[in-house]
């Protein structure tokens, strides 16, 4: 698909210096960003005293998983002393539903408010759009209170539902903005065929929908995962998600601190998403390619 | 001897409040902490023990970040939420202000029962009762007014550690000009506040610090010493080597040790770090007081017992108090916190030369007057009012402001917190 | 008018999409309007420690305007959000264009630029504290080949820590800006394309008249998240600079939470939440209001 956006290069001597300059950026580029990430996994390989002493962006002296395994397994965090791998399990019991109901949420909302256009479709769109925008920061106290009125603090559930909300607002975004490119006559011709709301959804929208169903998967599993605040704030102990029980790993007020652990950890923490990012990145590509066929 | 029988007698009156509240149930505890990991944890760890040992269950709630901001958030949203843990690592006015809103729980039958009054210094006193009644459980005391120095360094411009502050700077100021950095500092504001601290009590001495970090005398505040606490401070930041900004404390100490760096202003909790790389005080390094009149800059960690439901939870929070304040858990965490018992009958056999000279110095100090809650880690001033002197004191130490200028901001500031 | 009444399953049929949206739509108004009321109301009283609802007027306003952090974090909120979206879009819509041009791996080289996005800031933020950091990191190295002047501390700087900030921000988002214009490029009428080249056109000219304003809803779609991720930018203070050297860098959302939860000023803290909010209304309003008005479906 990429074949017509290129333009044939004449073959004078210009053109090859251009291809090397092209080149030269893009790995100027690639350096850049895979530096932070050198020295990530150069430091959990070392021992404690070589990066006591040394250079941090030296090659380690030798491979030593050790710092890994510690990580996963036996670090305490608080008073138990298992590693990161049961807050491991917690997230995904928390990102799974949350990423479905949102999705699903956003996919429904973002086809009524397209095809089904309603009065006022786009003020909701944009009132929708603008929670985006609140710092969550900001709700973690009424938040606090409306989750003990429900009754939901401190559990698996509370969290579902804070994440699904506002997470709402971008996958209503993609969803929209997709959706609009799906041809009206589409949905028209299976009106008069009597088919209604929820059979179109289902027979002709679905169908057409899995870039951006993997756009905002990726996305919001991105989110949820990584999310430290609202984890924090709505669980305790080993209720916790990885990313609070990494933030426990690694944070010391006055201890001493283990370098190559906290690596190690940051990276077993960070693997899911890096891990979703390089299998669904093509398609992550090519769904927003799809969601995004002219205004 | 004297342990076991507080113990009986504690389990006697324990038993008693069992009696007269019949109930089955475990006692139970959620303790909100943020001593997460390594050496922290395992301090609270020593401590879940001895609760499983009596019968308690332990629920931890551990959440790290910044010192206890991220357990601040936790800590209103668990209130807000009405389901606040039983116990909850806070200290200094925070306490106060806790009781105040009225969510802590009453301790005076344990402590009572215990005789808190009788081993507690009253400086301690103060921190943990709410209108007379205890309603924190003190951990610890560590010291803030410390200066780690490394003494083969200093050997080599023919300096000792320290006395006088005009001996710190003569000492600074040869070390310049041997080309080894003066003062390891770490660049976060927290870190600025502590070296200011000590600076107010050594330059201005004992009363000054009190009328101005403890009183918030604004003519103390504007006065003409403050100005040259200022001064002093300016002086400071041309000790310190320009990668300063944003360094953890933990890698200044790494400087003392590998002998970049002659001194650290830090506290205690400093000395965990020389342990962990084999060092032994007085041979490899040196823990001296900042100078000063005798002051003592004190920082408590404390459990404030949050007003909890359900005769499991009002037990638990008993246990978990009497043990907290036990002798045998006062020492075992200290020991591997490295600060010294918040109570002063623990045997002193376990405990270094750097422990020793801290629980010396805090009895002194507390009998001539000199005892003083430190500003920047939370006992002298709470929230609005420690911020506004840490904003102005690392505003200051981060730019080139004059100490008239940082005098005139600092009573805005405080003013303004007020 | 004159319309025979619908039965009921007609009009529950009829108002369907209604029905569907309501729960999604309920949900943002309780949970961002609703917050934001109550936000708002708080941010009127003298809430300190907990929450307190006896009004007092605009006096936490005030409070806030005078406290030199916050004007400095307002001022460095307007600074890093307005270089962190341009700097983004622009590397961003560069990398695009040249991945776009037959590159040999470019799965591989996208994935490299676009794995930043998949983590946390508090993983790569201490990552980037030390490789800024003149001492240990970048600056040691390059100096270490001979390039004597170099020089990277950033986050050492009251003038340059923002500019850390920024850097470190765009690192995060430029692949993923970078994957959103790709797949536009990818999606542009390849017809056009070949008419204007066939017309002789050059193709800078091609990419800048025909291309480039082809991708108005992109731009739409990568200004809304990028403000909404420099507005929400938080973490990455928290792990860069700490708000430091003093509080040089620090941003609104840090401050907010700085009053609200470890200075006990829930009021000021709230006031502080309204003034970003006001903010952001005051950007994306008018640009939401162009964007959707007026198109047929837009």
Same mark, same amino acid.
């Given at each position: 698909?990429?074949?017509?956006?290129?333009?044939?290069?004449?073959?004078?001597?210009?053109?090859?210096?251009?291809?090397?300059?092209?080149?030269?950026?893009?790995?100027?580029?690639?350096?850049?960003?895979?530096?932070?990430?050198?020295?990530?996994?150069?430091?959990?390989?070392?021992?404690?005293?070589?990066?006591?002493?040394?250079?941090?962006?030296?090659? =380690?002296?030798?491979?030593?998983?050790?710092?890994?395994?510690?990580?996963?397994?036996?670090?305490?965090?608080?008073?138990?002393?298992?590693?990161?791998?049961?807050?491991?399990? $917690?997230?995904?019991?928390?990102?799974?539903?949350?990423?479905?109901?949102?999705?699903?949420?956003?996919?429904?909302?973002?086809?009524?408010?397209?095809?089904?256009?309603?009065?006022?479709?786009?003020?909701?769109?944009?009132?929708?759009?603008?929670?985006?925008?609140? =710092?969550?920061?900001?709700?973690?106290?009424?938040?606090?209170?409306?989750?003990?009125?429900?009754?939901?603090?401190?559990?698996?559930?509370?969290?579902?539902?804070?994440?699904?909300?506002?997470?709402?607002?971008?996958?209503?975004?993609?969803?929209?903005?997709?959706?609009?490119?799906? =041809?009206?006559?589409?949905?028209?011709?299976?009106?008069?065929?009597?088919?209604?709301?929820?059979?179109?959804?289902?027979?002709?929208?679905?169908?057409?929908?899995? =870039?951006?169903?993997?756009?905002?998967?990726?996305?919001?599993?991105?989110?949820?995962?990584?999310?430290?605040?609202?984890?924090?704030?709505?669980?305790?102990?080993?209720?916790?998600?990885?990313?609070?029980?990494? $933030?426990?790993?690694? $944070?010391?007020?006055?201890?001493?601190?283990?370098?190559?652990?906290?690596?190690?950890?940051?990276?077993?923490?960070?693997?899911?998403?890096?891990?979703?990012?390089?299998?669904?990145?093509?398609?992550?590509?090519?769904?927003?390619?799809?969601?995004?066929?002219?205004? | 001897?004297? *342990?076991?029988?507080?113990?009986?007698?504690?389990?006697?009156?324990?038993?008693?409040?069992?009696?007269?509240?019949?109930?089955?149930?475990?006692?139970?505890?959620?303790?909100?902490?943020?001593?997460?990991?390594?050496?922290?944890?395992?301090?609270?760890?020593?401590?879940?023990?001895?609760?499983?040992?009596?019968?308690?269950?332990?629920?931890?709630?551990?959440?790290?970040?910044?010192?206890?901001?991220?357990?601040?958030?936790?800590?209103?949203?668990?209130?807000?939420?009405?389901?606040?843990?039983?116990?909850?690592?806070?200290?200094?006015?925070? #306490?106060?202000?806790?009781?105040?809103?009225?969510?802590?729980?009453?301790?005076?039958?344990?402590?009572?029962?215990?005789?808190?009054?009788?081993?507690?210094?009253?400086?301690?006193?103060?921190?943990?009762?709410?209108?007379?009644?205890?309603?924190?459980?003190?951990?610890?005391?560590?010291?803030?007014?410390?200066?780690?120095?490394?003494?083969?360094?200093?050997?080599?411009?023919?300096?000792?550690?320290?006395?006088?502050?005009?001996?710190?700077?003569?000492?600074?100021?040869?070390?310049?000009?041997?080309?080894?950095?003066?003062?390891?500092?770490?660049?976060?504001?927290?870190?600025?506040?502590?070296? !200011?601290?000590?600076?107010?009590?050594?330059?201005?001495?004992?009363?000054?610090?009190?009328?101005?970090?403890?009183?918030?005398?604004?003519?103390?505040?504007?006065?003409?010493?403050?100005?040259?606490? !200022?001064?002093?401070?300016?002086?400071?930041?041309?000790?310190?080597?320009?990668?300063?900004?944003?360094?953890?404390?933990?890698?200044?100490?790494?400087?003392?040790?590998?002998?970049?760096?002659?001194?650290?202003?830090?506290?205690?909790?400093?000395?965990?770090?020389?342990?962990?790389?084999?060092?032994?005080?007085?041979?490899?390094?040196?823990?001296?007081?900042?100078?000063?009149?005798?002051?003592?800059?004190?920082?408590?960690?404390?459990?404030?017992? !949050?007003?909890?439901?359900?005769?499991?939870?009002?037990?638990?929070?008993?246990?978990?108090?009497?043990?907290?304040?036990?002798?045998?858990?006062?020492? *075992?965490?200290?020991?591997?916190?490295?600060?010294?018992?918040?109570?002063?009958?623990?045997?002193?056999?376990?405990?270094?030369?750097?422990? #020793?000279?801290?629980?010396?110095?805090?009895?002194?100090?507390?009998?001539?007057?000199?005892?003083?809650?430190?500003?920047?880690?939370? #006992?002298?001033?709470?929230?609005?009012?420690?911020?506004?002197? #840490?904003?102005?004191?690392?505003?200051?130490?981060?730019?080139?402001?004059?100490?008239?200028?940082?005098?005139?901001?600092?009573?805005?500031?405080?003013?303004?917190?007020? | 008018? @004159?319309?025979?009444?619908?039965?009921? @399953?007609?009009?529950?049929?009829?108002?369907?999409?209604?029905?569907?949206?309501?729960?999604?739509?309920?949900?943002?108004?309780?949970?961002?309007?609703?917050?934001?009321?109550?936000?708002?109301?708080?941010?009127?009283?003298?809430?300190?420690?907990?929450?307190?609802?006896?009004?007092?007027?605009?006096?936490?306003?005030?409070?806030?305007?005078?406290?030199?952090?916050?004007?400095?974090?307002?001022?460095?909120?307007?600074?890093?959000?307005?270089?962190?979206?341009?700097?983004?879009?622009?590397?961003?819509?560069?990398?695009?264009?040249?991945?776009?041009?037959?590159?040999?791996?470019?799965?591989?080289?996208?994935?490299?630029?676009?794995?930043?996005?998949?983590?946390?800031?508090?993983?790569?933020?201490?990552?980037?504290?030390?490789?800024?950091?003149?001492?240990?990191?970048?600056?040691?190295?390059?100096?270490?080949?001979?390039?004597?002047?170099?020089?990277?501390?950033? @986050?050492?700087?009251?003038?340059?820590?923002?500019?850390?900030?920024?850097?470190?921000?765009?690192?995060?988002?430029?692949?993923?800006?970078?994957?959103?214009?790709?797949?536009?490029?990818?999606?542009?009428?390849?017809?056009?394309?070949?008419?204007?080249?066939?017309?002789?056109?050059?193709?800078?000219?091609?990419?800048?008249?025909?291309?480039?304003?082809?991708?108005?809803?992109?731009?739409?779609? /990568?200004?809304?998240?990028?403000?909404?991720?420099?507005?929400?930018?938080?973490?990455?203070?928290?792990?860069? @600079?700490?708000?430091?050297?003093?509080?040089?860098?620090?941003?609104?959302?840090?401050?907010?939470?700085?009053?609200?939860?470890?200075?006990?000023?829930?009021?000021?803290?709230?006031?502080? /939440?309204?003034?970003?909010?006001?903010?952001?209304?005051?950007?994306?309003?008018?640009?939401?209001?162009?964007?959707?008005?007026?198109?047929?479906?837009?």
């Amino acid at each position: 698909m990429s074949e017509q956006t290129t333009f044939v290069p004449a073959q004078t001597r210009s053109a090859v210096w251009m291809r090397l300059l092209l080149w030269a950026v893009l790995i100027v580029f690639a350096i850049w960003f895979l530096l932070p990430a050198y020295v990530v996994v150069g430091t959990s390989l070392k021992e404690l005293e070589e990066i006591r002493g040394g250079s941090l962006l030296s090659l =380690p002296h030798e491979l030593n998983f050790w710092a890994w395994k510690h990580a996963w397994s036996e670090a305490c965090i608080g008073v138990t002393c298992n590693g990161l791998e049961p807050y491991f399990w $917690n997230s995904v019991k928390m990102a799974i539903p949350a990423v479905t109901l949102s999705t699903l949420l956003g996919a429904l909302t973002g086809y009524a408010l397209t095809k089904w256009q309603f009065k006022g479709a786009n003020m909701v769109f944009a009132l929708i759009l603008f929670g985006c925008f609140v =710092p969550f920061q900001v709700v973690i106290l009424p938040m606090a209170q409306t989750l003990g009125i429900i009754g939901i603090t401190n559990t698996v559930y509370g969290l579902i539902l804070v994440h699904s909300v506002y997470g709402l607002a971008f996958t209503t975004l993609f969803f929209r903005n997709y959706y609009v490119t799906i =041809p009206d006559e589409l949905v028209r011709a299976a009106t008069i065929d009597g088919a209604g709301f929820f059979t179109i959804f289902r027979r002709i929208i679905l169908p057409l929908s899995p =870039p951006i169903i993997v756009v905002s998967v990726i996305w919001q599993f991105t989110q949820i995962w990584n999310d430290f605040l609202f984890g924090a704030s709505f669980t305790t102990g080993g209720a916790q998600p990885i990313m609070v029980a990494m $933030n426990n790993l690694v $944070n010391t007020t006055t201890g001493v601190k283990q370098y190559n652990v906290d690596m190690a950890a940051a990276l077993i923490t960070a693997a899911p998403t890096i891990f979703v990012y390089i299998v669904a990145g093509r398609y992550f590509v090519r769904g927003l390619t799809a969601g995004s066929v002219k205004g | 001897m004297k *342990t076991i029988s507080l113990s009986l007698v504690s389990a006697l009156a324990l038993s008693a409040t069992f009696m007269a509240t019949p109930s089955l149930a475990n006692p139970k505890a959620e303790v909100l902490h943020y001593w997460t990991s390594g050496g922290e944890a395992a301090a609270v760890k020593s401590l879940q023990e001895a609760f499983a040992a009596r019968g308690g269950e332990w629920v931890d709630a551990p959440v790290a970040g910044g010192g206890g901001d991220a357990q601040a958030a936790v800590l209103r949203a668990r209130v807000l939420a009405g389901d606040p843990p039983a116990a909850v690592q806070i200290k200094g006015p925070n #306490i106060q202000e806790w009781a105040e809103a009225g969510a802590l729980a009453d301790l005076s039958s344990v402590a009572s029962a215990q005789n808190w009054d009788a081993v507690l210094p009253a400086a301690i006193q103060d921190i943990v009762k709410y209108e007379g009644n205890y309603v924190a459980v003190p951990v610890n005391v560590h010291r803030v007014d410390w200066i780690w120095a490394n003494p083969e360094v200093l050997a080599k411009v023919g300096a000792t550690v320290p006395t006088t502050w005009d001996e710190f700077n003569a000492t600074a100021d040869k070390l310049l000009a041997a080309g080894i950095i003066p003062l390891a500092h770490g660049g976060q504001p927290w870190q600025d506040a502590t070296v !200011f601290e000590t600076v107010v009590l050594g330059i201005g001495g004992v009363d000054f610090y009190r009328k101005a970090l403890v009183d918030l005398d604004m003519d103390a505040l504007g006065s003409d010493t403050m100005v040259k606490v !200022f001064d002093q401070m300016r002086k400071m930041r041309g000790y310190v080597d320009p990668d300063f900004p944003g360094r953890d404390w933990n890698l200044a100490t790494a400087m003392v040790m590998r002998g970049e760096a002659a001194m650290q202003i830090m506290g205690d909790w400093a000395k965990g770090e020389f342990a962990a790389a084999g060092k032994v005080p007085g041979k490899d390094y040196i823990c001296a007081s900042t100078p000063s009149e005798n002051g003592y800059l004190l920082n408590s960690d404390s459990f404030a017992m !949050f007003e909890v439901s359900g005769e499991d939870n009002k037990q638990g929070q008993a246990l978990l108090a009497e043990l907290i304040l036990g002798t045998e858990f006062q020492e *075992t965490f200290n020991l591997l916190k490295g600060s010294i018992p918040a109570r002063t009958d623990v045997p002193r056999g376990k405990f270094d030369d750097c422990a #020793i000279k801290s629980m010396d110095d805090m009895v002194s100090a507390a009998e001539g007057g000199t005892l003083l809650g430190s500003m920047a880690h939370e #006992i002298a001033q709470s929230g609005a009012v420690r911020g506004a002197f #840490i904003d102005v004191a690392t505003a200051h130490f981060n730019s080139d402001m004059s100490s008239e200028e940082a005098v005139s901001k600092l009573v805005d500031a405080i003013k303004l917190a007020q | 008018m @004159t319309r025979p009444p619908l039965k009921l @399953t007609d009009r529950i049929a009829r108002a369907l999409p209604q029905i569907v949206v309501a729960p999604s739509f309920a949900a943002i108004l309780f949970f961002v309007y609703g917050f934001i009321i109550w936000t708002g109301y708080i941010s009127l009283t003298k809430s300190k420690m907990l929450p307190n609802y006896n009004l007092i007027g605009f006096r936490p306003y005030e409070r806030l305007f005078q406290m030199d952090r916050w004007s400095v974090a307002l001022e460095n909120l307007f600074v890093f959000g307005f270089l962190f979206i341009f700097a983004a879009i622009v590397i961003g819509c560069l990398l695009a264009i040249l991945l776009d041009q037959k590159i040999r791996a470019e799965g591989f080289i996208r994935t490299i630029y676009l794995y930043p996005m998949a983590i946390s800031f508090i993983i790569t933020g201490t990552a980037w504290k030390w490789i800024m950091n003149p001492s240990l990191g970048l600056e040691t190295v390059v100096r270490g080949w001979g390039w004597e002047s170099f020089s990277f501390g950033w @986050t050492n700087s009251e003038t340059m820590a923002v500019y850390a900030l920024v850097m470190a921000a765009v690192w995060q988002s430029a692949g993923f800006v970078m994957a959103l214009f790709l797949s536009a490029l990818r999606s542009v009428d390849q017809d056009i394309i070949k008419a204007a080249s066939l017309d002789g056109a050059s193709p800078w000219r091609i990419y800048i008249r025909i291309i480039l304003p082809s991708m108005r809803p992109v731009f739409m779609s /990568a200004v809304v998240i990028l403000a909404h991720l420099a507005i929400k930018s938080f973490d990455l203070v928290v792990a860069l @600079t700490g708000g430091g050297p003093g509080y040089a860098s620090t941003l609104p959302a840090n401050f907010m939470y700085e009053m609200t939860f470890r200075r006990n000023e829930i009021g000021v803290g709230a006031a502080s /939440a309204m003034v970003m909010l006001a903010t952001v209304a005051a950007i994306m309003v008018p640009y939401l209001y162009s964007e959707l008005r007026g198109k047929k479906h837009v």
